[in-house]
């Protein structure tokens, strides 16, 4: 049987591009030789796309010859930048690029002009998952809690700053967490703790995005929860997050060995079904394909469960909470990402099935 064409699409322009290289290294290197044959595709800080040599190292891939995907069903073929002939054909994309421009919905919009099936949610999905402020909405809409705050934007931050920081502080008081909407990895985010310290923390956010949020700092447990599927999503077991640092932040993430994980999270059997079921609520409502993973709050005195965000592309290392919530509900990593391709494969096919022109009934 000849192997599958896998595209391991990765990098990208965003803060969050050496993470990407990162999941794809830990990808490449859990995926079945035998059974795939696997290219890769960096996109470099510029946008533009490079296909590593065989036997490249994704950290080395940016070096390889410049690439286009036409946005051409059928085809599946990437062209040579320069001449525009086929240099290498695709079966499926597995998308790790993170952050801007790869989890937002704009690679999976090229991939679907192009015909190419992903692993993934599709342009929605990913779009409103990217988006906290917007996804907070339909969240609370759909009944599910949510951390209370408030959206602002860079324009409007730029003429009436001081009244945005009085009417935040007079509704949702201290301490305050400050973030760009659409961003991950806790890039731009700072903890407010003093009323003086909020308009930086503006700014600083701002630097990242137009739109910024605003929420309040819940005494809360980090839990999150990995589900797996498309038509009948599957819940792992919680993880709990415990950082070394005040926060989870961009350090403690990346940086700080001294972070703990603890999966299973030591929750009551209520508690974790609870999260399980919520977790599928709310991938479900945003929209999830393929993957996701869905953050939690549990407030330490209250009890109570907030949903934090949904991640239609969460860190994909080794050790990133992903995979390992998976290995511990009994599906380890390259048996994962055979898991995903397959479903990635069978969602085109149902897809193809779609008639694209009109015929009276």
């Known amino acids: 049987m000849a192997k599958l064409r896998v595209g391991l699409l990765f990098g990208g322009r965003s803060v969050e591009h050496e993470v990407s290289v990162a999941s794809a290294a830990s990808v490449l290197g859990a ?12 996109v470099d800080h510029e946008g533009r796309w490079h296909l590593g040599a065989p036997g490249t190292l994704p950290e080395a891939a940016a070096s390889g ?21 086929p240099v290498a054909s695709l079966d499926v994309v597995i998308p790790m690029i993170h952050g801007t421009g790869g989890e937002d919905g704009c690679v999976q919009g090229l991939l679907e002009l192009a015909g190419v099936p992903y692993v993934g949610s599709g342009v929605l999905g990913s779009a409103l998952q ?23 934007t860079r324009h409007r931050l730029e003429r009436e700053a001081d009244a945005i920081v009085e009417r935040t502080l007079q509704e949702y008081g201290l301490p305050l967490f400050v973030k760009p909407a659409c961003l991950g990895s806790s890039v731009g985010i700072t903890k407010v703790r003093e009323a003086d310290a909020l308009l930086p923390a503006l700014h600083e956010a701002a630097r990242y995005d137009t739109k910024l949020l605003i ?10 929860v990995a589900v797996l599927g498309r038509y009948e999503p599957e819940a792992s077991v919680p993880g709990e997050i415990v950082p ?27 508690q974790a079904e ?88």
Not at 31 to 39: A, I, T, W
Not at 130 to 152: C, F, H, N, Q, Y
Not at 251 to 257: L, M, P, S
């Open 244 to 270: 070394n640092r005040e926060w989870y932040d961009y350090q403690a993430k990346y940086a700080d060995d001294e972070t703990e994980l603890r999966i299973p999270a030591p929750v009551s059997e209520a």
């Open 130 to 152: 990217m988006d906290k402020e917007v996804s907070k909405r339909l969240l609370a809409a759909a009944g599910i809690p949510v951390v209370p705050g408030v959206a602002t």
């Open 215 to 224: 929420e309040q700092a819940i005494d809360a447990r980090e839990i999150e």
């Open 274 to 361: 609870a999260l399980r079921r919520l977790a599928i609520d709310a991938y479900r409502c945003l929209e999830g394909g393929g993957l996701g993973r869905v953050d939690f709050f549990l407030g330490r005195e209250t009890g109570k469960l907030y949903v934090s965000e949904v991640n239609s592309l969460p860190g994909f290392t080794e050790m990133s909470m992903f995979p390992r919530l998976w290995k511990a509900s009994g599906l380890d990593y390259p048996e994962l990402l055979d898991r995903l391709i397959e479903q990635a494969l069978e969602h085109h096919r149902e897809r193809a099935r779609l008639e694209t022109l009109y015929r009276a009934p």
């Open 65 to 85: 010859d410049e690439v286009n995907l036409p946005a051409v069903p059928g085809e599946h073929a990437l062209q040579a930048a320069d001449t525009g002939a």
């Open 31 to 42: 995926l079945d030789p035998s059974r795939y044959d696997v290219r890769l595709l960096c």
